[in-house]
């Protein structure tokens, strides 16, 4: 099983402090994300990755591996469906680096099963909801990340 990784790096008009803030906080990632980062964000914690609608579906679940707000979070990553099965673990960094008056975010998505689909899914997610938390930082207002391409 050969591994593969996705990195996606943004800047964006705000501080360290508001980008992590808009990472581990609940009601700030459901306002670009769609979904809700339930922990407590301690080493080792478990966290959930929960749909923000009526039917709160957790999707996603991992572990805090490492965390020193505002600059760096580490976490594990797996579909719930599979939290039992270490094989489909990835795991997933976010360093947040202040840059010439703007926050430079970097997302690195690890350990993924190459050709797997959370390796095809990743490669289109991240993108699109790191695009909304840039749009919801600088303007106050996500995108919707639930979009679909149209046909032209």
């Known amino acids: 099983m050969s591994k593969t990784c996705f990195v996606y790096v943004t800047?964006?008009?705000?501080?360290?402090?508001?980008?992590f803030a808009a990472i581990t906080q609940p009601d700030i990632a459901?306002?670009?994300?769609?979904?809700?980062?339930?922990?407590?964000?301690?080493?080792g914690s478990p966290w959930q990755h929960v749909r923000a609608n009526d039917a709160r579906t957790v999707e996603l679940v991992?572990?805090?591996?490492?965390?020193?707000?505002?600059?760096?979070l580490v976490i594990s990553w797996s579909n719930a469906s599979q939290a039992n099965d270490p094989t489909s673990r990835s795991r997933v960094s976010f360093d947040?680096?202040?840059?010439?008056?703007?926050?430079?975010?970097?997302?690195?998505h690890d350990e993924l099963e190459a050709g797997s689909g959370?390796?095809?899914?990743?490669?289109?997610?991240?993108?699109?909801?790191?695009s909304s938390l840039k749009s919801l930082l600088e303007t106050g207002e996500g995108i919707d990340v639930f979009a679909k391409p149209t046909q032209a």
């Open 11 to 19: 800047y964006i008009r705000a501080t360290p402090e508001k980008v």
């Open 118 to 130: 959370m390796a095809n899914g990743i490669q289109k997610g991240w993108p699109i909801v790191l």
């Open 96 to 108: 947040i680096v202040e840059y010439e008056g703007m926050v430079r975010l970097t997302v690195t």
């Open 30 to 43: 459901r306002r670009y994300w769609g979904h809700e980062n339930v922990s407590d964000w301690r080493p």
């Open 62 to 72: 991992g572990e805090v591996l490492e965390i020193s707000p505002p600059t760096r």
